[in-house]
């Protein structure tokens, strides 16, 4: 049973960020995640807080295809890229991202100190994110995830 007081978001456990097979994750970064959804045994939406160090990513940069996607940023400073472009994402700043919006998306961190933000996402079955720079999907299976080429 999860629990229902609350806590520090820095004291629930800590994981790499980087899920993704090599030569992908190689280009991720130093940073670390904090499933605070999963923490509270949250089904149907995501929470997660991430902190990226100097240089790193945030992820690919990808879409998904049924799951909403949105990121609150917290502490540092942080470049927003997109199919629009380039944009700085400071403190106070959000963005949200609709499911089927084929507008990949990425943060990546150019700064001097590491960046803090929250990612909150739909949990919706079937979604595939999809990484149309590097010719990448995932799908989830019975035998967990499973990283293919688009086609």
């Known amino acids: 049973m999860a629990s229902h007081k609350p806590i520090p978001a820095e004291e629930v456990k800590t994981e790499a960020v980087s899920g993704y097979p090599e030569p992908f ?6 940073g670390t ?4 959804g999963d923490h509270f045994g949250l089904t149907q939406f995501g929470v997660s807080y991430e902190t990226l160090g100097t240089g790193a990513h945030s992820s690919l940069r ?3 295809t049924l799951s909403d996607e949105f990121i609150y ?3 540092g400073e942080l470049v927003l890229r997109s199919g629009d472009g380039e944009f700085p994402f400071l ?3 959000c963005a949200g991202f609709k499911a089927g919006d084929k507008n990949g998306h ?3 961190n150019r700064s001097s100190t590491e960046a803090k933000f929250v990612v909150i996402g739909s949990r919706v079955p ?3 994110p999809l990484y149309p720079d590097d010719d990448l999907a995932v799908f989830t299976t019975e035998e967990g995830r499973i990283a293919v ?3």
């Open 25 to 30: 994750r190689a280009r991720i970064g130093t």
């Open 73 to 75: 940023m917290i502490e």
């Open 62 to 64: 990808h879409w998904h």
């Open 149 to 151: 080429h688009n086609d």
């Open 91 to 93: 403190p106070g700043m």
């Open 106 to 108: 990425h943060l990546v």
């Open 126 to 128: 079937g979604d595939v």
């Open 33 to 36: 995640w904090r499933g605070l």
